[in-house]
């Protein structure tokens, strides 16, 4: 007779190798979680191309690169890329549309996931000393059948994701000038406060050994010998005069 428990349910084992693969959530999932639960191994192809439901258009198109490509687009890392997408990008990514490349007849909302596409895969650091032409033919594998009849050709939305790509590129070397800028900023905070600290400390030593010599100076009967600097004192008090 089997004699396990009745609540170890699929579901339930199923949310166990989920929490174990992508770590467990403290609250609710994010749309970003839900995309990285989509593209992970859990489901497969399966759960790829349901992310669409959940995630929304982007979903869809990260789960036909997870499919194609593989790697870094079917682990947690892509959530949280597709996650630090902002406001100002998206505003960005509309102006830019609008300004130089529209299309007669699709708005900036049909072309959105394409931009938004190119700007996530710059956050993959297998594509970090690498070119958009070599970037783009790994996009391109993931534009499958689904993403053509929505969005149209890759060959018609391919600039726009070389934009987001470029953009996201640039937004990743701006924070890391800032993170150095930052980062010397406080080594120079904390050269000048060791140095301040050393010469305090020098300073207090000196005090001590000048105490020390006038005191010897008092006790020693050595005619030679008066208070303050003298032939008989420390080569630290005659060093520091």
């Known amino acids: 007779m089997d004699h396990r428990d009745l609540s170890d349910s699929t579901d339930a084992r199923l949310e166990r190798a989920k929490d174990q693969a992508l770590g467990k959530h403290d609250s609710h999932p994010s749309v970003a979680d839900q995309v990285g639960e989509g593209v992970g191994g859990i489901g497969g192809m399966l759960a790829g191309a349901a ?5 929304g258009p982007i979903g869809t198109l990260i789960g036909g690169i997870a499919g194609a490509v593989g790697g870094w687009w079917t682990g947690r890392a892509v959530t949280e890329a597709a996650g630090a997408m902002t406001t100002a990008d998206d505003n960005y990514y509309r102006t830019h549309y609008e300004a130089n490349n529209r299309l007669a007849d699709r708005s900036y909302e049909d072309v959105r996931p394409a931009y938004h596409l190119g700007h996530i895969a710059a956050n993959n650091p297998d594509y970090s000393d690498r070119g958009w032409n070599d970037v783009e033919r790994d996009l391109q594998r993931g534009w499958n059948d689904d993403a053509t009849r929505r969005y149209g050709e890759w060959s018609s939305v391919r600039s726009y994701a070389s934009e987001g790509f470029e953009r996201g590129r640039s937004n990743l070397d701006n924070a890391a000038a800032r993170t150095d800028d930052a980062m010397h900023e406080a080594g120079s905070v904390i050269r000048n406060t060791g140095d301040r600290a050393v010469a305090g400390a020098e300073r207090a030593g000196n005090k001590v050994a000048n ?3 006038d005191m010897k100076d008092r006790v020693d009967g050595n005619p030679a010998s008066r208070p303050g600097p003298d ?11």
């Open 231 to 241: 032939a008989t004192d420390s080569n630290r008090r005659l060093n520091n005069q």
């Open 51 to 55: 992310i669409g439901t959940a995630a």
């Open 211 to 213: 105490a020390v010599d």
